[in-house]
Structure formats: structure tokens, C-alpha cells
């Protein structure tokens, strides 16, 4: 039987493009991964006669795998309702990083993960400003402004008309705005190593200096690992928070890593990755901070050594 890797038809090369399309689409590797599995599956179910009859597989796959993640995104609402505390976006290690970690090479590009081209449309901002969209304006807004496809096209995925796209995406990109300036790659890290080093001793009073004011903390243990419920606001609560949890966790490492294409911290006991944490911050402050802790989200952080 064909398969994605298998096919001779030239659509084993629109995978990487494919989940990339659905990671922004869905926030989840996993959900990526099933959903692009599901559009090669549907092409390869097609008669011979009738693949050969269409002039771009790669065209086709791309609506296909774009309307399953539409299907999935007015279903994930519901589900989302279920989940126990803050839903977030799965956090997403440099491939680079930790292939250096391990030593290995290209030869680990099987992993979807690895296959996730980390830019300014895969940084936590980014991801949880696109879960504030409807499913449409997320479609036509990732299709259109990430991937440059022609509202033309995004009209045949949406079933809506190039121009009822066209605001679609508008309106989507008016809320993405203020998510699209991250601080520099140097200016983050270094905030990112002081709050790591604050945060090791316990102190409060140079965390409350590196947080913003109106700050917010958000964590996500999915009900699989402990973490706050409820936003944490303001950066002196948050401060005593953080303050709290190095209390309670001896013995647990904290390393400056990339996570989604910027710098952040990652938090390891026994070489054992427990927690991932993105940061948002602006004029040399922490305006935001989301916390991973769910497990299920944290396969692809399982390589480390």
C-alpha cells in the first residue's frame, strides 16, 4: 500500500509543508501529525484514475489537511471546556539544540516535531493570540499571511468567497497584531537567564524587578501534573508564586533553552524534563509567562540526556 513516505506521485515532499500548516492551525504536534496522516490517507483512498486527473496533489492535500484542521478546531472548543485548567499550545524544542544534545544528525527528522520550521509564527504569543480566532479567521489568517496562499484558494477551504476570506484574515490579523514584536532573540535571553537565576535563590524582590507590573502567569498541567488553575496576575503575585514552587521542588534544574524559536526555561529533575516555560516580554520586562507542565504535551522535550 502507498503511504506518505511510500508514494511516488511527488506527495511525499508536501509532508514538512503540511504539518507545518497544521501546527499553526492546531497547536498540538500530535493533532498536526493525525491530521496530515488523515489527508494522505484520503489521497491515497482515491482511484488512480482519479489522482492522475488532478493537476496539483500538493493543492489538494493542503485544502484537505486545512479543512480537517477546521473540523478539528470547532470541535476543540468543546473539548477544550473539559480540560482541566488553561488550555496551552505544546511547546516546541529547537531540533538543532537537541540533536547537538545527543549527538545525532537529520537522520531524527522522522520526529513531526523536527519538521516545524520555529519562526514568528510558532512562539507561544503567537499561538495563543490564533486561539483567541474563530476556526475561519484562523484558517484564512495562517493560509494567507504565514503561507501567502491567494484568497482564491482559501476559498475553496473555507467554502466562503475570496473576498468574504479577505476580511476574515483582516479581522484576524488586527488581533495578531500586538503578538507579532517579540523582543530580540539577545534582549530575551538575557531577561530569560535573570529570571532563571532569581528564580533558583528565591528572590522575590529581583523577580517583582524583571516582571511587569500587569503581568500574568499561565500554566497548563492538563490535570496530568500540578499547576496553578487560574491565571496568576500581577508581577508581585507572581513573583511570591515562583518563589513558592522553587520551595517546593529541590533538586530541580533550570536551563535556558529555545522553545518555539526563542528563549525560555526549561525545568529538569534527573534529566527528566518536567516543565517548559515561554515568556513575552517587552521593554526588558516579563508581561507574560506560560507554563507547561502536562506530560502529553512534553514527548518531543523527552530527549533530553
Given at each position: ?27 498540538s ?27 496539483s ?107 468574504a ?20 532573540a ?69 536551563l ?20 517548559v ?29
Amino acid at each position: 500500500m502507498e503511504t506518505a513516505e511510500t508514494g511516488t506521485d511527488g506527495t511525499a515532499g508536501e509532508r514538512r509543508r503540511l504539518v507545518n500548516i497544521a501546527y499553526r492551525l492546531l497547536g498540538s504536534v500530535t493533532e498536526a501529525e493525525d491530521a496530515v496522516q488523515d489527508a494522505y490517507a484520503r489521497w491515497y483512498g482515491l482511484p488512480r484514475s482519479r489522482r492522475a486527473e488532478i493537476l496539483s496533489p500538493g493543492a489538494w492535500l493542503t485544502t484537505v489537511t486545512s479543512r480537517i484542521c477546521l473540523d478539528l478546531l470547532g470541535s476543540a472548543r468543546a473539548r477544550r471546556e473539559r480540560y482541566v485548567g488553561a488550555w496551552l499550545p505544546e511547546p516546541l524544542p529547537d531540533r538543532a539544540e537537541w540533536d547537538q544534545a545527543r549527538g545525532t544528525g537529520p537522520a531524527g527528522a522522522a520526529d513531526p516535531a523536527d519538521q516545524i520550521v520555529l519562526d514568528e509564527s510558532v512562539t507561544m504569543a503567537f499561538l495563543v493570540v490564533l486561539e483567541s480566532m474563530t476556526p475561519a479567521e484562523r484558517v484564512a489568517f495562517v493560509l494567507h499571511d504565514v503561507f501567502r496562499y491567494p484568497f482564491a484558494e482559501i476559498a475553496g477551504v473555507l467554502g466562503r468567497t475570496p473576498a468574504a476570506c479577505k476580511q476574515l484574515a483582516a479581522s484576524a490579523r488586527r488581533r495578531a497584531g500586538a503578538a507579532r514584536a517579540p523582543a530580540t532573540a539577545t534582549g530575551q535571553a538575557d531577561v530569560v537567564r535573570r529570571v532563571k537565576e532569581a528564580w533558583e535563590v528565591k528572590d522575590i524582590a529581583a523577580l517583582v524587578g524583571l516582571l511587569d507590573p500587569a503581568a500574568v502567569l499561565t500554566a497548563d498541567g492538563g490535570g496530568l501534573a500540578g499547576a496553578v488553575l487560574h491565571p496568576v496576575e500581577g508581577g508581585a503575585r507572581i513573583a511570591q508564586y515562583m518563589a513558592a514552587v522553587a520551595g517546593k521542588a529541590p533538586g530541580l534544574e533550570l536551563l535556558v533553552r529555545s522553545v518555539n524559536g526563542v528563549p525560555g526555561l526549561v525545568a529538569r529533575r534527573a534529566g527528566v524534563v518536567l516543565t517548559v516555560a515561554a515568556f513575552d516580554i517587552r521593554d526588558g520586562r516579563v508581561i507574560r509567562i506560560w507554563v507547561v507542565r502536562n506530560p502529553e504535551k512534553l514527548r518531543p522535550w523527552a530527549r533530553e540526556s
